[in-house]
């Protein structure tokens, strides 16, 4: 059966079988399967499968990455913007922000734990966007890269004042810079 003859019957040209001892044949097919497979594309023959497998799980892979590239499209906060928030936060200006200058700018004790790998009780800069970032994400369970009010009030905005404020688009959400921007109002 033919290319045309499976199109008449309303079968996908990815269908048709191939013969995997002839390269021919497996080459043709290879050359007739869409750019984008899917996982219910039929595999048929031993060269199409490895063609196929690799980009069912491209394709899985760029699924799982979803809620990161929610976040990665939200918008993200400048150098600037985190050098002042950190600067903020560190009001002695020893260049790292303890335990209780973190709780005073409204980073919470497990995030300041998570972003804190080398355990010396201090935030640099680094480990203090992790912290806020980390926080964000947890109070982030639809992964969506946004935090609504009742997930940004579990995030330590709870006051409407700052959070208007701080969501400059009022789209009822605040992304990741947004974010910052209302601890940093929060704190001051």
Not at 31 to 60: E, F, Y
Not at 133 to 157: C, R, V, Y
Request: net charge negative; charged share 25%.
């Amino acid at each position: 059966m033919d290319i045309d003859s499976f199109r008449a019957l309303g079968r996908h040209p990815s269908a048709l079988p191939c013969d995997p001892d002839d390269p021919a044949a497996s080459d043709a097919h290879m050359r007739r399967m869409p750019d984008t497979i899917v996982a219910s594309t039929p595999l048929w023959c031993v060269r199409c499968t490895k063609v196929s497998a690799m980009k069912t799980l491209l394709s899985a892979l760029a699924i799982s990455m979803m809620p990161f590239a929610a976040l990665a499209a939200g918008a993200q906060p400048t150098e600037a913007e985190i050098a002042a928030a950190f600067k903020q936060a560190d009001p002695d200006n020893d260049g790292t922000v303890s335990r209780a200058e973190a709780r005073k700018f409204g980073i919470s004790r497990a995030a300041f734990e998570q972003a804190n790998p080398d355990k010396d009780g201090t935030l640099d800069i680094k480990e203090f966007m992790a912290a806020i970032t980390w926080q964000f994400n947890k109070a982030n369970p639809d992964n969506d890269g946004t935090l609504d009010p009742k997930e940004a009030a579990k995030a330590g905005i709870k006051n409407k004042k700052t959070f208007d404020q701080a969501n400059p688009d009022n789209d009822g959400t605040l992304d990741l810079a947004e974010y910052l921007r209302a601890l940093t109002l929060k704190a001051k």
